[in-house]
């Protein structure tokens, strides 16, 4: 299996003023390609750190961090907003989208600042749109759609630039049980055509979506569990 | 290229917030809007101005030199110039034998007068006495008519050339050619119309008046008055060769000792522009302290607006780093925002004084808004927008993703 995320011994360091807080106190994990992973921890775990971390929103006090071969531990803002823009596909729980702008031009964006021109950039961002069911909704405002359908349009979004990972952070925090599982299963979808997914979440019933689930504890890795897969026993 | 789609995307934005905020952004370009207003305006006057100062003393001749007994624009004391003696024919004849610079030169002298012709009179006419040179001197045209020749200016004939408004006055539905006036008591035959030459500065009518021989003038209204000499160079570029000249010649005919002061004034149309530029450059800096600080105070309310937008676009700004978003990006779209709220400033700026120029132009005096100013309205809008968009865009450019997308 191919190596996408080597993470070795990632520290995060806040200085509270007097105080040293720290929200990772010494991680190592590694993720292959094509794996479905769910990071779990309840508040204060550090878990929203390493997502950052991990989503190149944020820079580790010490460690390495090798994201697709390439070393983004010790990146400038410029070339973290690169490895954003060209390796990760963000969804979040509050789903983010530019409230004035239509499905179809907050699924363009990161084509925007990938430089791609405008005809192509309508072409994948539409075909982006239709892979999560919405192809009649692009011209919608994000208030004009559901949950679901907000969600959906985020999920296209985070497809659009062919990301290496799509990090999902607590996905379904704001839905009903039902679309929640609509999302979950269009992810689980999005996983078995080949696509690396890390969740991050706090509720089990999310989590049991993941093969893999790494639980956080207090800055440190508590436990990490790979599901068999069915017959592999 | 890269640049090229997130500049488009980047207007693409910021028309979308300034729209999302329509009075907010009318209200913060105020300060712009007046100050665009008022340096395009300013700038129209000026050069209507300009224009008709150059207009009026386009009359007293760029390369004619006046010799007379006070200087123009004087600035030493009255009574030392009222105590100068006369200038007289004898000056005037005795460097017409001495000057070789000299295109033409002729004398005035003048006193005003009552015209009448029948029924008809005008009072306060200046009458002027010269010579036939007077023509060439001051490159004077006819509307009808012709002006009076050597051998009727030698022999003091009783001719005279009527200026516009004389001829208006005295004859509204004849031909004045060949008839005769009065100047004061005496008779005078019509043998010229001069074209019209407007007024100087504005301020008195150089169509007002008669010209007849100076021969026939010291005759009947006698010579005690100090008189004008007039000279054209021959060369305007070499005008200063020829006052110098004239002046050495002027102090030989008073007899004049090395150490003692002219005691005549030799004047020139620069004399009028240095004075008339002395009185704009104040109107000037007058024009733009005022118009700087309507800028300074629009450009303040700019950056606090711009301020504004950016801390409630705080989470956007956050998702459009997520998704990949450089610093450089996030700088020029609020540069580009404010920039183009100021440049509507400008335009709104320029809709308001265009208009008002035209109205100056119709009852005021006439100006016409150049394109240069049109352009410097938008350059100094353009301007202000980078400079009081500067500060919020770099805050923007600077915001941590992380605690941004948090930003609720």
């Known amino acids: 299996m191919e190596s996408l995320i080597k993470i070795e011994n990632i520290v995060k360091r806040y200085d509270m003023g007097a105080e040293e807080l720290y929200a990772l106190k010494n991680v190592s994990f590694e993720i292959n390609k094509n794996e479905y992973v769910a990071i779990m921890g309840p508040s204060g775990s550090g878990k929203s750190t390493l997502m950052n971390i991990i989503g190149c929103l944020d820079t580790p006090t010490s460690g390495t961090y090798i994201l697709n071969g390439k070393d983004v531990s010790e990146m400038d803002d410029n070339e973290l907003a690169h490895i954003r823009n060209k390796e990760i596909g963000f969804v979040f729980q509050t789903f983010n989208l530019l409230a004035r702008s239509n499905a179809l031009h907050n699924v363009e964006l990161p084509l925007v600042y990938a430089g791609i021109s405008k005809n192509e950039r309508i072409k994948i961002a539409e075909d982006a749109l239709a892979s999560v069911g919405l192809e009649d909704r692009m011209k919608h405002k994000p208030n004009e759609l559901s949950g679901g359908q907000r969600q959906r349009v985020a999920i296209a979004r985070a497809l659009v630039n062919n990301p290496s990972l799509i990090l999902a952070d607590e996905p379904t925090g704001n839905l009903d049980t039902k679309t929640g599982e609509e999302i979950m299963a269009l992810l689980a979808d999005l996983n078995s055509k080949g696509n690396t997914i890390i969740i991050v979440t706090h509720e089990k019933d999310i989590a049991k979506h993941a093969r893999r689930i790494i639980k956080i504890r207090d800055g440190l890795i508590a436990d990490d569990t790979t599901k068999p897969l069915k017959g592999e026993i | 290229m890269n640049f090229f789609l997130e500049t488009k995307e980047n207007f693409a934005i910021s028309f979308k917030a300034i729209t999302a905020n329509k009075m907010r952004s009318i209200l913060a370009t105020l300060g712009i809007v007046i100050g665009i ?63 070789t610079t000299v295109a033409s030169m002729c004398p005035t002298m003048g006193s005003p007068r009552t015209i009448q012709y029948g029924e008809y009179s005008l009072q306060n006419v200046f009458a002027i006495g010269t ?37 208006n006055a005295l004859f509204p539905n004849s031909n004045p050619i060949g008839k005769s006036i009065k100047v004061g008591t005496y008779s005078f035959k019509v043998i010229g119309v001069v074209e019209k030459q407007g007024s100087l500065l504005g301020l008195f009518s150089l169509d007002n008046r008669v010209i007849i021989p100076a021969e026939r003038f010291t005759k009947i209204f006698g010579t005690r008055r100090s008189i004008s000499i007039n000279l054209k160079a021959e060369d305007l570029n070499n005008i200063e060769d020829t006052r110098e000249e004239v002046r050495s010649i002027m102090r030989k005919a008073r007899k004049l000792q090395p150490w003692v002061k002219d005691d005549f004034g030799i004047n020139q149309q620069e004399a009028f522009r240095q004075t008339y530029e002395q009185l704009t450059s104040l109107i000037k800096i007058i024009g733009l302290i005022i118009t700087s600080l309507s800028l300074i105070v629009g450009s303040v309310g700019i950056t606090n607006i711009m301020f504004v937008s950016v801390k409630e676009r705080t989470k956007e700004i956050g998702i459009r780093k997520a998704i990949g978003a450089k610093r450089s990006t996030i700088l020029m779209q609020f540069l580009i925002e404010s920039a183009t709220i100021c440049l509507m400033g400008g335009f709104i700026g320029l809709m308001i004084s265009f208009p008002l120029s035209l109205i100056i132009n119709a009852f005021v005096l006439p100006t016409s808004m150049p394109l240069w100013v049109v352009i410097l309205g ?12 500067f500060f919020p865009a770099f805050n923007a450019s600077k915001m941590d993703p992380v605690e941004s997308l948090r930003y609720e």
Request: hydrophobic fraction near 40%; include cysteine.
């Open chain 2, 37 to 99: 207003a008022a340096v395009t305006l300013m700038q129209t006057a000026i050069e209507g101005i300009n224009i008709a100062f150059e207009k009026s003393i386009a009359a007293i001749g760029a390369d004619v030199l006046y010799i007379q007994k006070f200087e123009w624009f004087g600035k030493e004391d009255f009574e030392l110039y009222r105590n100068r003696r006369d200038i007289t024919m004898y000056h005037f004849d005795y460097i017409k034998r001495n000057a």
């Open chain 2, 131 to 167: 010579t036939n040179e007077y023509q060439e001197t001051f490159g004077i045209d006819m509307e009808d008519g012709r002006f009076f020749t050597q051998k009727e200016s030698d022999a003091g004939y009783p001719v005279v050339c009527i200026g516009t408004d004389v001829k």
């Open chain 2, 378 to 389: 938008l350059f100094i809008s353009l301007l202000f927008g980078v400079l009081s968009g």
